[in-house]
């Protein structure tokens, strides 16, 4: 028998969660149409990119990193749109985005001239970026207007098709300030350009007035950790924004057993037991993915009861305090995220980390089911 952890991805709580982001465009944006990149970037936020085509088949496109991964989501049906969201690498590339009509995001003079170099057949969809405040990718402001020329010089000798504008949002989970900020200099510098504009990441599309603030009447947004069932904000929850967990992590205890007070447990000896202490072991470790640096109290569910990670987190396994789980024996039930068990939420929290990094990080050695 395998080892019992397990990953099960709930796909229709994927197309609830995409629901969620529709309704909340169609009441914030003064109606203005806006259209769904569904950002399925490292492997589906450890989801599976089987499990998003089929839980996004409502959405409008996909948008992702790498071209392999692309090349993947046409081969598993996806027809509609596809975005590079670091654009392209190398002009081999361009070929092959354009056979399959995969679109891509332009941040660099050097992607302007693989483009101005390229023969190859047919035209690539592009999105010009602007950094607005980020300072990742994209052109700065006193560059930007003269890259978006660029890129409508390249439409007009057919390597380009539709040429659009977009920004990316640093802090729009915690401080509206900032981001009307990077709003209005994407505005000043491109609200007058014609094509299609692409902003608001998953915070900002969940806030009410920021897709409506979005100059443009073609708007593209790009959600991508609420789609998983997971909150953008730090302090508030999933749930009270109407997201469904997309995935649960379940195990097993596979020991139990009896500590003294004074005795400490796992690597390091950072919890000590205080008085005689039922301790569960739980198959499952930073190697599968759970954070390592999860502390003492992190929640967690055995056998249907709450309770708490205690110690450090080991390769492959952690320990539970089942004090108040006196029926757990070893082969009971633990549900490390998700249904019947704590959220995604609750567990970075506990990591001081997000659940972006948590979600992403489950490991290819954790089996994952459709369910």
Not at 108 to 134: C, E, F, R, T
Not at 180 to 196: H, S, V
Not at 324 to 350: C, K, M, N, T
Request: with cysteine; charged share 15%; hydrophobic share 45%.
């Amino acid at each position: 028998m395998s080892r019992p952890i397990l990953a099960t991805i709930h796909i229709p709580a994927l197309a609830h969660n995409l629901q969620v982001v529709a309704h909340r465009l169609r009441s914030g944006a003064a109606g203005k149409p806006a259209r769904i990149w569904a950002v399925v970037k490292a492997y589906g936020y450890g989801h599976g990119l089987e499990a998003a085509v089929q839980g996004f088949a409502q959405a409008d496109g996909l948008a992702l990193l790498d071209l392999h991964e692309a090349l993947r989501c046409r081969e598993l049906g996806w027809q509609r749109p596809i975005l590079l969201l670091e654009g392209f690498f190398r002009s081999s590339d361009l070929d092959v985005m354009a056979r399959h009509g995969i679109s891509t995001v332009l941040h660099s003079q050097a992607q302007l001239a693989m483009l101005a170099a390229w023969s190859g057949p047919g035209s690539i969809d592009a999105h010009v970026m602007l950094n607005s405040g980020m300072h990742r990718l994209g052109f700065q402001p006193q560059e930007f207007r003269a890259a978006y020329d660029q890129a409508r010089a390249l439409q007009q000798r057919g390597m380009l098709g539709a040429v659009g504008k977009m920004t990316h949002f640093a802090r729009a989970d915690d401080d509206l300030l900032v981001t009307r900020d990077q709003l209005a200099c994407f505005t000043r510098l491109a609200a007058d350009l014609p094509g299609p504009t692409s902003v608001c990441n998953s915070a900002a599309v969940l806030d009410p007035g920021l897709a409506a603030a979005v100059p443009g009447d073609e708007q593209w947004v790009r959600p991508g950790i609420c789609l998983y069932g997971a909150s953008p904000y730090v302090g508030r929850n999933a749930e009270s924004l109407d997201l469904q967990p997309a995935m649960t992590l379940t195990s097993e205890l596979i020991s139990t057993h009896v500590l003294p007070a004074g005795q400490a447990i796992g690597y390091g000896h950072a919890f000590r037991t205080d008085r005689d202490m039922r301790v569960g072991i739980v198959a499952c470790g930073y190697a599968d993915g759970y954070p390592r640096h999860a502390i003492t109290g992190t929640p967690i569910t055995v056998a249907g009861v709450h309770t708490r990670v205690v110690g450090r987190v080991s390769m492959d396994m952690l320990s539970v305090d089942l004090d108040s789980v006196p029926a757990a024996d070893i082969g009971s039930p633990v549900v490390l995220w998700g249904v019947g068990g704590p959220s995604v939420d609750e567990v970075s929290w506990s990591s001081s980390t997000i659940a972006n990094d948590v979600l992403a990080g489950l490991t290819q050695r954790v089996r994952r089911v459709l369910g």
